[in-house]
């Protein structure tokens, strides 16, 4: 059964430092996300991202943050100066399409800042 | 703003009972879909259940369903014939657009 990867596991990383965290979607799938996760807090929505370009993005996704689609397979969330807040763990999701289909959520990658 | 409030932040039940997870959201659209997602320790996201706000019909998917009162907002799930490898942290979300909307989550605890 296809699933959503993503890669690494757990990145431990130091304040001021760039990140950039990697899915892979469902190949037929055609709409991306990030989410996030604080430890012990609920998931919260980070961007979406459909033909290209950023479709809806929340007031987390500030411009420390950028997401891109370098090929036909990865889906790249870039965090350019991170800060200890940004501890989470990061979800990627898929779909195959927007409202009425399931977002398909990869494995997560915990990422620590020190 | 949606809002989804899980009012239960910690449940129990034993193996091969029943349980149902309460969950009450708050949305100004008419069209839009509801999710059950279940996040074992592993913290994985896995898809549980899903209900369209338009159907009448409650979901059903093998030992889980829900309970969807569209007029009072309400999505609760019930497992039937609890098992140990249920035991996960459930997240109900509603969809409108792009993204989800979670909830605080349930913790359910399956003793054997």
């Known amino acids: 059964e296809p699933e959503v990867t993503q890669t690494p596991s757990h990145q431990v990383t130091q304040m001021g430092q760039e990140v950039i965290l990697r899915c892979v979607p469902i190949?037929?799938?055609?709409?991306f996300y990030w989410y996030r996760q604080i430890l012990g807090q609920k998931v919260e929505f980070l961007v979406s991202?459909?033909?290209?370009?950023?479709?809806?993005k929340s007031e987390i996704f500030d411009d420390q943050f950028s997401v891109e689609r370098p090929d036909g397979s990865n889906f790249t969330l870039k965090i350019r100066s991170t800060k200890l807040e940004d501890s989470a763990m990061y979800f990627c999701a898929s779909s195959l399409g927007q409202v009425t289909y399931e977002q398909y959520f990869g494995p997560g990658t915990r990422l620590t800042v020190t | 703003a949606q809002t989804v409030t899980q009012s239960q932040p910690e449940m129990s039940v034993q193996e091969a009972e029943t349980v149902t997870l309460s969950c009450t959201y708050d949305t100004s659209e008419n069209n839009y879909y509801l999710f059950w997602y279940k996040q074992p320790p592993s913290r994985q996201m896995i898809l549980v259940i899903r209900?369209?706000?338009?159907?009448?019909q409650n979901a059903t998917e093998n030992r889980f369903s829900v309970n969807f009162q569209k007029a009072a907002k309400s999505f609760s799930l019930k497992i039937s014939d609890s098992q140990l490898g249920d035991t996960a942290m459930y997240f109900c979300?509603?969809?409108?657009?792009?993204?989800?909307?979670f909830g605080t989550g349930t913790r359910l605890q399956v003793f054997p």
């Open positions: 209900q369209e706000a338009y159907k009448q």
């Open positions: 991202f459909y033909n290209n370009e950023i479709s809806e």
């Open positions: 979300a509603p969809r409108t657009g792009d993204k989800l909307i």
């Open positions: 190949s037929n799938h055609l709409y």
